[in-house]
């Protein structure tokens, strides 16, 4: 079935920008998602990207797609410890529920 | 409007016991999912619903599990007999045809004892 890996933690000091990468094996995935998850809260969206898209920037973030490799990152730019949580990547194909990985917790250092 | 709410917030059962979680999804919306975290395994989908009516379920994890949607407005996950490696936290989300992405509630947490 689908699959959606990521590494677990990053470590970043405040100020610094932010990587966080994930793969993917569904090559039909229409959609890729960035999910934002705070203590004690629901996951909340940050952004998404379509799979014909190869770079998409909101403000300090920036996610860049790679469909022949299927990776997919988040770039924070000027990364704030408010930025501390963990970072879901997800993927799905219209009509279909979103699949996500397990999450990457950011940790901000000042 | 709210969000999608969820109750109770937190939940402590003793093993054995029947569980109720509930979901108001966002009104409008026409999909709703469950999902159960946990450290292991992450975010899984337990079941989700298109108009109310079940689409897949292949993710609830034994016949302890139900859920139903009577209505478009309101959701609930039942487990019974609890057990203790049902302890997770549990999030609704719903979604509404052609715009992406889900909106989720605050999740109950389940510790069951």
């Known amino acids: 079935g689908e699959d959606v890996e990521q590494s677990l933690f990053l470590s970043v000091r405040e100020g610094d920008s932010s990587v966080i990468n994930c793969t993917y094996t569904?090559?039909?995935?229409?959609?890729l998602y960035w999910y934002k998850q705070e203590p004690g809260a629901g996951l909340q969206l940050l952004t998404y990207?379509?799979?014909?898209?190869d770079m998409k920037q909101d403000q300090r973030l920036t996610v860049l797609l790679n469909k022949k490799d299927k990776h997919l990152s988040l770039r924070i730019a000027d990364t704030q410890t408010g930025d501390s949580a963990i970072y879901f990547c997800a993927e799905n194909q219209a009509g279909t529920a979103l699949i996500f990985g397990k999450g990457t917790t950011l940790s901000v250092s000042s | 409007d709210a969000g999608v709410i969820q109750s109770p917030r937190h939940e402590v059962t003793e093993m054995g016991q029947e569980v109720t979680l509930r979901c108001k999804p966002i009104s409008g919306h026409n999909s709703l999912f469950w999902y159960r975290q946990t450290m292991m395994r992450g975010l899984e989908l337990l079941i989700y619903f298109n108009n109310n009516v079940p689409i897949d379920d292949s993710g609830m994890p034994e016949d302890r599990f139900s859920a139903k949607m009577p209505n478009a407005s309101f959701s609930t996950l039942k487990i019974q007999p609890s057990e203790p490696r049902d302890s997770a936290v549990y999030f609704c989300?719903?979604?509404?045809?052609?715009?992406?992405?889900?909106?989720f509630g605050s999740g109950t947490r389940l510790t069951v004892v």
């Open positions: 569904d090559s039909s995935s229409t959609y």
């Open positions: 989300a719903s979604s509404l045809t052609g715009e992406t992405g889900y909106t």
């Open positions: 990207i379509f799979s014909n898209m």
